[in-house]
């Protein structure tokens, strides 16, 4: 099974800031990764695919690179609705398809 | 605009069983592998089961493989698990969740419904 590694745990960014989030896979997932957002009692929304792609309406602040083993999301500035949970998830070499276990964006 | 909507949440006895669906519309439900996720109060995200679009491959988490049975019904544009011994740490909320693809390879999940609660207590 595939072990997906975020960090950090908790980011503490101020609203206009730009936001770094790391993912990393146990093993090489080529570019086989998605990232998710989840707000409190909601469910989680799809951000990227392809680890660079992004999702349909998704605004251009959120841009995700990396490939192999070491995946990063970017958030270019901060707006007051993109203070969330975010995880990344591969889906190569499945089953199973795992996620990691979130980085929470908070406001500083 | 893709609609998932589950139902059949509720509280259950340790070792009971339960049955979740999710009706699911504004898309063509037959071209899509259908996948539960699940989280756990105050936790992350955890697959749980895939099954193709026809229905004829399944995949299960080793956490429920031999209790829950994930199926549809394509007639129907319905999606279900059957969940059976039920466990305290099956307690979570349960997302459906559609995927790009046919067969669940290589799938990211696109879109969610909104949960259904399972609590597992006596």
């Known amino acids: 099974e595939i072990v997906m590694t975020q960090s950090p745990a908790t980011l503490s960014v101020s609203p206009g800031e730009r936001a770094t989030l790391s993912c990393r896979a146990s093993?090489?997932?080529?570019?086989?990764l998605a990232w998710y957002q989840q707000k409190p009692g909601q469910a989680p929304r799809l951000l990227i695919y392809?680890?660079?792609t992004r999702a349909t309406g998704i605004p251009a602040r959120f841009s995700g690179s990396g490939s192999g083993t070491e995946f990063t999301l970017t958030i270019s500035s901060l707006q007051s609705e993109d203070f969330a949970v975010y995880y990344c998830q591969h889906y190569n070499n499945w089953p199973p398809w795992t996620f990691g276990q979130g980085t929470k964006v908070e406001i500083k | 605009e893709v609609q998932l909507f589950e139902s059949g949440g509720g509280l259950v006895q340790p070792g009971g069983s339960l049955r979740l669906s999710c009706a699911a519309s504004?898309?063509?439900?037959?071209?899509?592998?259908m996948t539960w996720v699940r989280q756990a109060p105050g936790k992350g995200l955890e697959w749980v089961s895939t099954v193709s679009n026809s229905g004829g491959s399944t995949y299960y988490a080793d956490s429920v493989k031999g209790r829950f049975t994930i199926s549809r019904d394509n007639s129907k544009n319905t999606l279900y698990l059957e969940m059976s011994s039920l466990r305290a740490e099956d307690t979570a909320v349960y997302y459906c969740?559609?995927?790009?693809?046919?067969?669940?390879?290589?799938?990211?999940?696109?879109?969610w419904g909104q949960g259904a609660l399972v609590t597992v207590s006596s």
């Open positions: 504004g898309f063509t439900f037959t071209n899509h592998a």
């Open positions: 969740a559609t995927g790009p693809y046919p067969s669940g390879s290589y799938n990211w999940f696109d879109f």
């Open positions: 392809s680890a660079s």
């Open positions: 093993q090489s997932v080529s570019s086989n």
